[in-house]
Structure formats: C-alpha cells, structure tokens
C-alpha cells in the first residue's frame, strides 16, 4: 500500500527515526513503509495519523 507518511514527515521536519520514535516501531519500519514494502497495521496507521493530524484515509491511498 502506498502511504504519504514521508511527504508528512519531511514537511514536519521530522526525522525517522523520531516519527519511529513518536509511534513505538523501529526506524526499519518507517523505511519500509516509506517505500511501499511494507503496510501499517490498522493501529500503526492510526497513530501515523495522529502524529501528523490527518485522517488514516488521507493518510493512506488505497489502491
């Protein structure tokens, strides 16, 4: 699935590993998500979206 967690995470100025930080998953796991390898759990997502104060669906594109 691919995500737009690394357009909300360069425009907030935040690194990975603090976004990885910020939701309690390892810095491999924003990379991975980051290049569509890899898709976040319902509650993963959840807690992307509230980093960022976006919807999980804005967060997402479901394809």
């Known amino acids: 699935m691919k995500t ?3 357009e909300l995470r360069v425009s907030a100025n935040m690194t ?3 976004l990885a930080d ?3 998953v390892s810095q491999r796991t924003i ?3 980051e290049k569509g390898q ?3 759990s319902l509650m993963l997502a959840y ?3 509230k980093v960022f104060n976006v919807t999980i669906e804005e967060l997402c594109c479901f394809d």
């Open 31 to 33: 990379i991975s998500i």
């Open 22 to 24: 910020k939701v309690g």
């Open 47 to 49: 807690k992307l979206s």
């Open 16 to 18: 990975q590993q603090q």
């Open 4 to 6: 737009k967690v690394k």
């Open 38 to 40: 890899y898709s976040p």
